[in-house]
Nanobody
Framework: VQLQASGGGLVQAGGSLRLSCAAS????????MGWFRQAPGKEREFVAV????????DYVDSVKGRFTISRDKAKNMMYLQMNSLNAEDTAVYYC??????????????????WGQGTLVTVSS
């Protein structure tokens, strides 16, 4: 499975960005896909996840109501619409995929495949 993330950039606080992740390879190897992020000096953090088959979704509490994860199965694409961005959202965002159990969806080690990361910078 190969993942290619895009869509990062510089945005003012309160603004919006949409991240995209293009996936290629075996669908069975990516039963769940999602996004993690890593801010400078901080550990990598779970952001959102979506089940490729049934579309089940989960978010970290800090982005609920502001971020929306979605997928287009026909195009093998995953998206993260980010609204009402604030300085705390500044980070490198990573697209991930894995065969992990849904119960471990927020754990870094549950994902076998990682994209290269795309930088989101929110200016205050």
């Amino acid at each position: 499975v190969q993942l290619q993330a895009s869509g990062g950039g510089l945005v003012q606080a309160g603004g919006s960005l949409r991240l995209s992740c293009a996936a290629s390879g075996r669908t069975v190897s990516r039963s769940s896909m999602g996004w993690f992020r890593q801010a400078p000096g901080k550990e990598r953090e779970f952001v959102a996840v979506i089940r490729w088959d049934n579309g089940a979704i989960d978010y970290v509490d800090s982005v609920k109501g502001r971020f929306t994860i979605s997928r287009d199965k026909a195009k093998n694409m995953m998206y993260l619409q980010m609204n009402s961005l604030n300085a705390e959202d500044t980070a490198v965002y990573y697209c991930v995929a894995g065969r992990g159990i849904w119960g471990t969806r927020k754990i870094v080690g549950s994902y076998d495949y990682w994209g290269q990361g795309t930088l989101v910078t929110v200016s205050s």
